[in-house]
């Protein structure tokens, strides 16, 4: 088998729920990032993709019905560019890496587009049909935009707790202080505003496709709030329980954007008319009890460095995506316990809590940036990580090949 090789990647600014990217349709955003992922790579055809393999975790709006699919075919790519989407909800995006670097591996393609999309703003409300015609009851509509919907009630009730409620649990159990909590969130904030005044995210963020609704001029995360301060988040009122640990400005934000990367052999470099920057070096699944998904993530990335080779000792840059900081802090503990060297090594340029968290498009955020950081440092391996509702997480390790 041949390895595969992150050429490049791209992404929107991720947009607030209800903000500059509201009016945006997803396959709009999608499709807006396989244009500039295009155009970046002037000597790609992109007739030449094997296929685009797209992360997506609700698909009940403007997603449905194969939003990679329908990404390309708006992009203007030649109809026979495939593409299949993929839902593993938070992990979709860094799934569809996964599926495309074991496509690119298998010889199945030689250049594979992977990435993701999530528009919150724009899940749509949806109604159950009834089980007989004309019926008499009400019938409430369900929100499509984050967590459990439509449950089957033969599921355990512990499992089918609110995703802040399974987080309260996590950080009850370990320990983890409402105070910890924010001082993490405020430095989520701190980070991610000194990067982007830093010129870190210029180079692979791309203002969103538009199609003349809105978004125009958006070139920063809007959720990144550099005047936050820790007496502003001590002022915040739980919500997931009376006297909890976590709150709006200690847990990722709902959120809209798109990522993509492109992959490839090592062949590929003629064809793109690029040298590569990182190889996908190994892979990792994990799953645990549904209401303990913010711990899956510490053996998901065990299982990727084995898979790579290596210990945590040589690592220099941890991307972990931020759903909770209750969750976020006991994976970094866990990992500091395994022998990472220091904890400043995980999203040093900001998180979700921060920069934002559209489900379907975090995990191509995560292994740009990762890859990023790798190439800014010099550093040679990478762990790229996040936690999945209903009990999963992902986490993939680069190899920065100009160490």
Not at 143 to 167: D, I, K, Q
Request: proline share 6%; aromatic share 4%.
């Amino acid at each position: 088998m041949s390895s595969a090789y992150l050429y490049d990647a791209v992404r929107t600014p991720f947009g607030r729920l209800g903000g500059a990217l509201a009016p945006v349709r997803p396959d709009d955003l999608a499709a807006g990032t396989l244009s500039a992922l295009a155009a970046r790579s002037p000597a790609l055809d992109p007739a030449e993709v094997g296929d685009v393999v797209w992360g997506c975790a609700n698909g009940a709006g403007e997603d449905n019905r194969n939003v990679g699919r329908m990404a390309v075919l708006l992009a203007g790519w030649p109809v026979g560019v495939p593409a299949t989407t993929v839902n593993r909800l938070c992990g979709s995006s860094l799934d569809a890496v996964v599926q495309a670097s074991r496509t690119v591996e298998t010889g199945d393609a030689e250049v594979v587009v992977a990435g993701g999309v999530e528009s919150m703003s724009r899940a749509p409300w949806v109604l159950p049909k009834p089980e007989r015609g004309y019926s008499t009851q009400d019938v409430a509509a369900v929100s499509t935009t984050l967590g459990w919907r439509l449950v089957n009630p033969r599921m355990p009730a512990e499992w089918t707790v609110s995703l802040g409620e399974a987080n309260e649990q996590v950080a009850e159990e370990l320990g983890i202080a409402r105070e910890r909590q924010d001082e993490f969130a405020l430095r989520s904030h701190r980070l991610a505003a000194r990067a982007w005044e830093g010129g870190c995210y210029d180079p692979w963020t791309v203002e969103p496709c538009t199609t003349g609704v809105g978004g125009a001029g958006l070139r920063r995360d809007e959720g990144v709030r550099p005047d936050t301060t820790a007496e502003a988040l001590a002022a915040l009122r739980p919500v997931f329980r009376p006297g909890g640990t976590i709150t709006a400005g200690n847990a990722s934000p709902l959120s809209d954007g798109a990522a993509a990367v492109l992959l490839g052999s090592a062949a590929a470099s003629r064809r793109l008319g690029r040298e590569p920057l990182a190889r996908v070096a190994g892979r990792g699944v994990h799953a645990v009890e549904p209401q303990r998904f913010g711990l899956a993530p510490v053996e998901a990335a065990r299982r990727a460095l084995r898979s790579a080779g290596i210990g945590w000792s040589q690592v220099s840059a941890v991307e972990l995506n931020e759903a909770f900081a209750a969750q976020s802090l006991a994976c970094v503990d866990a990992w500091l316990a395994d022998g990472l060297a220091d904890p400043e090594l995980v999203n040093a340029w900001g998180g979700a809590i921060a920069i934002g968290h559209p489900l379907g498009a975090s995990g191509a955020r995560l292994v740009g940036t990762l890859a990023a950081r790798l190439s800014a440092s010099g550093g040679r391996w990478g762990v790229a990580a996040l936690c999945i509702g209903v009990g999963q997480a992902l986490a993939v390790v680069l190899e920065n090949v100009r160490a």
